[in-house]
């Protein structure tokens, strides 16, 4: 329910630091062909949740600015754009060399990091992530940026040389795709956009890129990096409403690989509008509803410990936080007196106050959703077993855990990407195994115990059920040098620095007879540096 003790929170003005108010930023320039377009048509408007306290108790959402709300027409000026630069593999960024291409991006970072302040602002004042997250978040892209840079050299020296088989010599390389649609979140709309956009940018591809509905525009301070960095067409940028501009796109069948992170629905939809699927390349990290199991000797305080951190990090709005807890009916109780305390003792806030964890959601409609699932569950026979839970005022609802969730329940099933922790009692592991075969999605779980016998009769048949288990931690992506994918629902393709090079191209392959005349033609395509492809240059 909405309460005074909450809404106290939402400060004035006047109680805003000076070093995180921000003026509104009405963007009215979008990123076409190497061009900033201006725009003289319909925006949206960008409210934060962070609002202002009003007499009656209520919370008015604070502007934040504006961006363009553009149409199919200029959606494929976009597309044409990335095609044209493509130029079916012949474009100046597709035969480029991957020196080159490192070049352009080592450049790209260095004006990146230009305007970290006020990406970080606008990530905070945006989707609500607080001051050390929004940071963390800017500085791990970066960090991904290097190591995808560093993996893209080894994949690259590997190449570097030919290999010689059943009188046939041979040289073989990675070779880019064509044409790249990219669709991040809006729970990490740098980090997680970037994750696609920066390995597929990197393999000689070109890309369009659609901007989420939050955290729209903390892509715009960026957009000059791009454009002075790429050639023109590399990389292109659509604003609008995604069920409107991006359509379109899809119809044309010029796109050669989807790359969402989002909803399942949402990718079915769009893979179902290309009209030769046989031709589209899909990567895709989408729903997910991890679940830990805490087995009868698991060490409660590391339990209660990760699980805090691996359900309510940033509200509980990660694709790897862990959605549903099943607790050993021998332990349940014990469990949740430790853990319920924990979880109403996260301090709630905005996103600068020092040390807070729980902060305003971004969706205007998200309290009324988590409110709902609460009172399903309570109906049948579930109740908020923490101080506090569920308490909101505006877009700043206090973590609640609801106990015991069962089949039939929104909270057994639904990804509720928020706030509200589901404990399930079991009896047998079987039931947990049954339930994550049932499930829907497949991506990761986590498992707390210290019998080992219990621990790896879990192992086997979870490694096949989910893509990654975490033993004694919680579900997460890091660190990126590992895969991250999922089953079913959950993921296609796999992301990672260097699965993320690999999923973004294609191995391609130079062979002739092993011929005097057919090694003097190589020798001299190679010493002459007549060909970026067939090469042995190696890069340092």
């Known amino acids: 329910m909405s309460t005074p003790e909450v809404a106290q929170l939402f400060p004035a003005d006047d109680q805003i630091p000076a070093d995180y108010r921000i003026e509104p930023i009405h963007q009215r320039e979008y990123l076409i062909n190497g061009e900033m377009r201006q725009w003289d048509g319909p925006t949206t408007e960008v409210y934060s949740q962070i609002g202002t306290p009003q007499p009656d108790g209520s919370i008015k959402p604070r502007l934040v600015g504006s961006f363009p709300v553009c149409t199919p027409t200029e959606a494929m000026e976009a597309l044409d754009a990335a095609v044209a630069a493509y130029d079916n593999g012949r474009g100046e960024w597709p035969t480029m ?12 970072v260095g004006k990146m990091l230009e305007q970290k302040q006020r990406v970080v602002a606008l990530m905070m004042w945006e989707i609500g992530k607080n001051l050390a997250d929004s940071t963390k978040e800017f500085d791990r892209t970066v960090k991904y940026i290097y190591d995808t840079i560093d993996s893209l050299k080894d994949i690259d020296r590997a190449g570097s040389r030919f290999r010689v088989e059943e009188g046939i010599i041979g040289q ?12 991040g979140p809006f729970n990490y709309p740098l980090n997680e956009t970037y994750t696609t956009l920066i390995p597929s940018i990197l393999m000689g591809n070109t890309i369009l890129f659609k901007t989420p509905k939050h955290g729209s525009l903390l892509h715009y301070p960026l957009l000059e990096a791009f454009r002075t960095s790429f050639p023109k067409g590399v990389v292109n ?17 010029k796109v050669n690989v989807l790359t969402l992170i989002g909803s399942s629905k949402v990718a079915d939809e769009l893979q179902r509008q290309h009209p030769k699927l046989n031709r589209l390349r899909s990567i895709l990290s989408l729903d997910a509803k991890n679940a830990a199991i805490i087995l009868p000797d698991a060490d409660l305080d590391i339990a209660v410990k990760e699980c805090l951190l691996g359900s309510l990090s940033f509200n509980g709005q990660r694709c790897t936080a862990i959605k549903i807890i099943w607790a050993h009916r021998s332990i349940a109780d014990k469990f949740l007196e430790k853990f319920a305390p924990a979880v109403s003792a996260l301090k709630l806030g905005m996103p600068w106050t020092d040390g807070v964890q729980i902060t305003p959601l971004p969706e205007l409609n998200k309290v009324d959703y988590l409110t709902d699932t609460i009172r399903d569950a309570e109906a049948g026979g579930a109740k908020i077993v923490n101080d506090g839970g569920g308490d909101y005022a505006g877009g700043l609802f206090k973590p609640a855990v609801v106990y015991p969730v069962k089949d039939g329940m929104k909270l057994y099933r639904d990804e509720q990407f928020g706030p509200v922790v589901p404990v399930v009692a079991y009896d047998d592991v079987e039931e947990f195994i049954d339930y994550l075969i049932t499930d829907s999605h497949g991506m990761q779980a986590s498992v707390f115990g210290t019998d080992t016998k219990p621990i790896a009769d879990l192992i086997d048949p979870l490694v096949n ?18 895969p991250f994918t999922g089953r079913k629902d959950s993921a296609e393709g796999t992301l990672s620095v260097e699965d993320a090079l690999r999923s973004f191209s294609i191995r391609t392959c130079v062979a002739t007879k092993e ?7 190589l020798n001299e395509i190679v010493g002459e540096h007549q060909s970026n492809f067939l090469s042995t240059s190696f890069i340092f």
């Open 172 to 183: 073989i390389r990675r070779a880019p795709l064509g044409v790249v649609l990219a669709m």
């Open 465 to 482: 059920l989910v893509c990654r288990v975490n033993i004694n931690a919680q579900c997460q992506r890091g660190p990126d040098t590992f």
């Open 97 to 108: 060399s991957v020196a080159g291409r490192i070049a352009c991006m080592e450049t790209f």
């Open 237 to 253: 940028s659509i604003y609008g409403r995604g069920a409107v501009v991006v359509p379109p796109v899809m119809q044309s069948g």
């Open 515 to 521: 011929t005097d005349e057919n090694k003097a033609i």
